[in-house]
């Protein structure tokens, strides 16, 4: 089935409110037209991230009374690096409250001035993370990863012949470290092959350097290996994931992400002499290595989420759920990047809004238009986000202008993507209508986060 049911019953729930249009255009416009400047309660169907705002199941809320406190040695630290290390198969793993303070200790590690981190591309927290040790990150990601049109099963890949060149260039004395980000956020929540994992570790071993994944949203990435790459139909997910990280030599995590909870993250590896550094340095900024910034109960919570995530049952449903929200925008020829990702629509605001100049920030236009129409946030990754100042004070943008859509796992039915795609379809209709924005007030780093714009008139 290319869409299949919800694979769960609701037993708790929470009320969504819808306002007004009227109401919203006041909200929005006192936000300064950046929804995230927005109170969350005036929000229908929030789509902003798929971070840390997935529903927990029944068994896992159960794991949450079950949590053992004491400060060393808690039973919940063992049910977690069990249950990491069935899936990750790493020596040493260390929890953290969340991805970003897993790169910060991986990149506190590793790097020294100047060194070099390739990935297929860096996610913006990882970016930032390796230039705040002074490092550079390089994306080398298959050219494929740009043009939002072009099929390809496993768009998210690294180009191996893009890293061997950087070897070749740059030397392995500067490159410390390789990475993967599975699956490839920046380019649209896009998968990376199983080939491509073993291509890219080769290179790593043939220049003796460690391969770490940015294992966030693993789960996705396997489920789609099992899919579309030959000779995966008949493995299950957790035996295509155990192979995928032997390939690797440890990784970071987002457990907000396919940890099925709603804050935690880790970071395992097997270098023992990185691991020491590393949980030496956790002590002075997260905290003891038995719970690394967490609750006892946070990491209950971890470790049943990791076991679900793995349930194909709630896989098929995931991925389908995405791929039926762009199904219903790809017959009304809504533009959006092909193929749907595992977490995301990501809308190719430039074809949806020709009308409206790269400078007035056609996809936060966008945005606004989804907020104050019809109650959705989603998130703009275009050049509001990543613009930069060029030396004539003018303005230069990334290559791609898109709007993100990203489901929260196991929150939203798939009446609420109907939803979602008949507002979107009705805007698309009245297109015309649209109007560019103009940047009152950024801030000189992230600027999108507290950015304040006004409507052209
Ligand atoms: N790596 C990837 C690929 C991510 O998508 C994220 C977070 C992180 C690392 C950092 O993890 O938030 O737990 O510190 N992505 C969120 C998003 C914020 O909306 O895509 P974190």
Known sequence: MQFPAEPFRIKVVERIKKTTREERDRLIREAGFNVFNLPAESI??????????S?????????????????AGSKNYYHFEAAVKRIFGFKNIIPTHQGRSA???????ALKEGDIVPNNIHFDTTRANVMHKHGVPVDLAIDEAMDPEIGHPFKGNMDPAKLERLFQEVGAERIPLVMLTVTNNSAGGQPVSMENVRAVSAIARKYQRPLFIDACRFAENCYFIKEREAGYARKSVFEIACE??????GCTMSAKKDGLVNIGGFIAMNDDAWAEKAANLLIVVEGFPTYGGLAGRDLEAIARGLEEVLDEDYLAFRIGQIRYLGEMLHKAGVPFVRPVGGHAVFLNAKAFLPHIPRQQYPGQALVVALYREAGIRAVEIGGLMFGEKDAAGGEKFPELELVRLA???????????SYVADSI????KKRDTIRGLRLIHEAPLLRHFTARMEEIS
């Open 244 to 249: 995928l990280f032997s390939h690797a030599d």
């Open 44 to 53: 229908y169907v929030d789509l902003l991230t798929d971070s840390g705002t």
């Open 425 to 428: 379809i009705d805007i698309h």
């Open 407 to 417: 489901v929260p796992r196991r929150v939203y039915t798939s009446m609420h993507m």
């Open 55 to 71: 529903a927990m199941s029944d068994y896992q809320w159960a794991g949450i009374m079950l949590g053992d406190e004491s400060y």
């Open 103 to 109: 790169e910060n200790l991986l990149f506190s590690v």
